[in-house]
C-alpha cells in the first residue's frame, strides 16, 4: 500500500490526497466515519481533501437516504487526469518557450586532478570543431605536468588529425633540452610558434578553442581546468591576440626572414583510429 501511495504521489496527490483516495478505493461507496478510521486522518482533513479529490476527478459523492456517501472513481480516471495535465502542459509551452532567456547560458567549468586530468585537458582540445587551437605555452611546466613521451605522442596524434595551434612559447624558458621548442621541428608539427617578449611570467599552460579556455597547472600544483563560456573565450582570445602581436617568430629571433609554417607538400595528414587516440 506504501508503494501505491508513493506513485499517487508521483503523479500530483499530496499525501493525505493519496491516503484517503486509497481507502475510499478500497471501503467502496462508504462514509466518512470509515474514510477517518481507515485512512487515519482526521475529520475535518478529510473532509478538505474528498473536496479537493472531487475537483479532480477521483472521488465521487452520492446520497443514500439522509446518508452521504463518498465512493472512489475509477483508477483510469487517474490516466485521464494525467492526460488532460499533459495536455494542458503542451499548449503552454510555446509560451514557456517565448519567455525563456535562451541568451543566457551558465558558464560550466569541469576540472581535472593530476597528470591523468591533465592528458585529458589535452585530448579535449583535440575536439576542437575548428580543429585548431591557441596555446599558451611555458614549456618547462608543460612538459614536466603531462609528460615528456607522452607529449611526443600527443604531437603525432594532432599532425594525424590535421589539427594546427598557434603557440607563444614562454622566452624565458627557452632552453635546448625541449625539442618542442626547435624551430625545425613546428612546420613538421603543424605549428605556428612565437616566443612572448622577455620577461614573461606565465607559469600556467592556457589553451582558447571553440568557446573554452583550458588551463593548466604546472606539475608540482598537478590540476586544470575548462571554462566554457562564449563571453570568457571570446575576451581571452583578445588577449592572447595582443600577446601573439607581441611576441616574435623564430626567424626573428635568429635574424632570418619569417615564413609561415605549413604542412610539408605531399604530406596528407593520416586518419587517426581510436588506439590512436587513447594511447
Given amino acids: 500500500m506504501e508503494r501505491l501511495k508513493n506513485e499517487l504521489e508521483n503523479i500530483g496527490l499530496t499525501d493525505k490526497e ?20 481507515k485512512s487515519g486522518i482526521k475529520r475535518s482533513t478529510v473532509y478538505e481533501n474528498l473536496e479537493n479529490l472531487k475537483e479532480k476527478g477521483l472521488v465521487q459523492i452520492t446520497t443514500k437516504g439522509k446518508r452521504r456517501l463518498y465512493l472512489a472513481a475509477e483508477p483510469e480516471n487517474l490516466l485521464r487526469t494525467i492526460k488532460e495535465k499533459e495536455k494542458a502542459l503542451k499548449e503552454i509551452l510555446p509560451l514557456l518557450r517565448s519567455i525563456n532567456n535562451v541568451g543566457f547560458t551558465k558558464p560550466k567549468i569541469t576540472y581535472y586532478e593530476g597528470r591523468e586530468g591533465i592528458r585529458e585537458i589535452y585530448m579535449e582540445a583535440l575536439k576542437s570543431s575548428t580543429k585548431s587551437a591557441d596555446w599558451i605555452s611555458p614549456m618547462a611546466n608543460l612538459l614536466e605536468a603531462s609528460g615528456e613521451e607522452w607529449m611526443a605522442k600527443y604531437v603525432e596524434l594532432k599532425v594525424k588529425l590535421d589539427y594546427r595551434i598557434r603557440s607563444v612559447h614562454i622566452s624565458d624558458n627557452i632552453n ?7 624551430p625545425s621541428t613546428f612546420k613538421k608539427t ?7 617578449p622577455e620577461g614573461a611570467n606565465i607559469p600556467s599552460t592556457i589553451g582558447i578553442y571553440d568557446n573554452k579556455v583550458a588551463v ?3 606539475r608540482k600544483e598537478g ?16 588577449l592572447y591576440g595582443l600577446l601573439w602581436s607581441a611576441s616574435k617568430t623564430p626567424e626573428q629571433l635568429s635574424g632570418k626572414k619569417s615564413s609561415r609554417p605549413e604542412c610539408p607538400p605531399g604530406q596528407n595528414p593520416q586518419k587517426a583510429t581510436e588506439e590512436d587516440i587513447y594511447f
Fill in 176 to 182: 635546448e633540452q625541449y625539442k618542442y621548442q626547435d
Fill in 190 to 196: 603543424l605549428r605556428d610558434v612565437r616566443f612572448s
Fill in 223 to 238: 590540476f586544470g581546468f575548462i571554462i566554457e563560456s562564449e563571453e570568457y573565450a571570446r575576451s581571452m582570445r583578445e
Fill in 216 to 218: 593548466i597547472s604546472s
Fill in 18 to 37: 493519496a491516503k484517503i483516495y486509497l481507502a475510499s478505493l478500497e471501503l467502496g461507496p462508504t462514509n466518512i466515519q470509515k474514510i477517518v478510521g
